[in-house]
Structures are given as structure tokens and as C-alpha cells.
């Protein structure tokens, strides 16, 4: 049974930087696509950052140049590296993972729905 585990968020000041982890468990496929999502109140969840097992990355414009994606596939973790930290950056973050091939997707285009698995998530506030 796959499962993935997301922890690492918090309160930091705007300008600051926060990393969340994504544990994974259970997934056993070779191939993978993993990506990064955010759901503010009263606002739609956002893609921001996706991964494959080929190593591709693609980001979001509103996190580009800010936000990192990395991934250790020895311990299985999913990381989302957040610098220059602004209020509106304030969500709740998801990981997702599945095991398509998404080089070619674009994460503005995905949903979390494309993805059969996400965690619980994990609350990120930025203050000003």
C-alpha cells in the first residue's frame, strides 16, 4: 500500500524558507512522476512543481526561481526546498506521486486527481 507523508510546515516570516519533506512508502514501480500542490482557503488548488524518474523538473510561474524540487531515491523522500517565503505563499502543500511518465506534462496543467496517490498535507503560513 503506497503511501506518502508530508511534513516540514510551519510559520516563518515573509523573506524566510522552509523545506517540506514527502516520505514515500510502499511504492514499489521504477518509474515515477511526483509533484507538489497547494490549496489556500477559498482559493483552487495549484500545481507547483513535478519531478520524474528521468530527472525532468518543471515549475509553476509563481514559484519558479523560489521553490526546489529534489528527490532522495534511497531514503524515498520527496523534498520541496521554499526560499523567499511571501504570505501568499500561506497553503496547505500536497505530494502526489504515480507512475506515468510526465516529462512532457507541464504542472500548471496537472491536477491532483491525475495522481493516485497524495498525502494529508501540511500547513506552510507566511507571515508579513
Known amino acids: 500500500q503506497v503511501q506518502l507523508v508530508e511534513s516540514g510546515g510551519g510559520s516563518v516570516q515573509g523573506g524566510g524558507s522552509l523545506r517540506l519533506s514527502c516520505v514515500v512508502s510502499?511504492?514499489?514501480?521504477?518509474?515515477?512522476?511526483m509533484g507538489w500542490f497547494r490549496q489556500a482557503p477559498g482559493k483552487e488548488r495549484e500545481g507547483l512543481a513535478r519531478?520524474?524518474?528521468?530527472?525532468?523538473?518543471d515549475y509553476a510561474d509563481s514559484v519558479k526561481g523560489r521553490f526546489t524540487n529534489s528527490i532522495d531515491n534511497v531514503k524515498n523522500i520527496l523534498y520541496l526546498q521554499m526560499n523567499s517565503l511571501k504570505p501568499e505563499d500561506t497553503a496547505m502543500y500536497y505530494c502526489?506521486?504515480?507512475?506515468?511518465?510526465?516529462?512532457?506534462?507541464?504542472?500548471?496543467?496537472?491536477?491532483?486527481?491525475?495522481?493516485?496517490?497524495w498525502g494529508q498535507g501540511t500547513q506552510v503560513t507566511v507571515s508579513s
Open positions: 502526489a506521486a504515480d507512475r506515468f511518465y510526465c516529462g512532457t506534462w507541464a504542472i500548471a496543467t496537472m491536477t491532483l486527481s491525475d495522481f493516485g496517490y
Open positions: 510502499g511504492y514499489t514501480y521504477r518509474s515515477y512522476c
Open positions: 519531478i520524474d524518474s528521468d530527472g525532468s523538473t
